[in-house]
């Protein structure tokens, strides 16, 4: 066991290909580059070995104030279902994207 988890770290030239993907999926506007936060996930381990791209959908229930609202992982988190949508669309278009960039 080890409690060692990498930095979560996004591959730049991935993230710039797959970039109008997310735009389509959500439109341009709610696309917004941020910078590097030193988050953990078990997402790494699988970047260590391929180029990866990790995103937040942006869940948060209309209203709420984001220092007040709970956080992943609190007993008390709640997600606005309706942002299901597009993540299964953005999730999706990503994967038909990708493919067709390899052919």
């Not at 770290?9 to 936060?37: H, R």
């Not at 699988?46 to 984001?66: A, I, R, S, W």
């Amino acid at each position: 066991y080890s409690s060692h988890y990498p930095v979560t770290f996004n591959d730049i030239a991935l993230t710039e290909k797959m970039l109008p993907s997310l735009q389509s999926s959500a439109g341009a506007a709610n696309v917004k580059l941020k910078p590097p936060v030193t988050g953990a996930e078990d997402f790494s381990f699988y970047q260590e070995k391929v180029p990866g791209l990790f995103y937040f959908l942006g869940g948060m229930p209309k209203g709420n104030d984001p220092l007040k609202t709970p956080s992943h992982h609190t007993p008390d988190f709640f997600i606005d279902e309706s942002s299901f949508n597009l993540g299964v669309r953005s999730l999706v278009n990503l994967t038909l994207d990708y493919m067709a960039m390899k052919k």
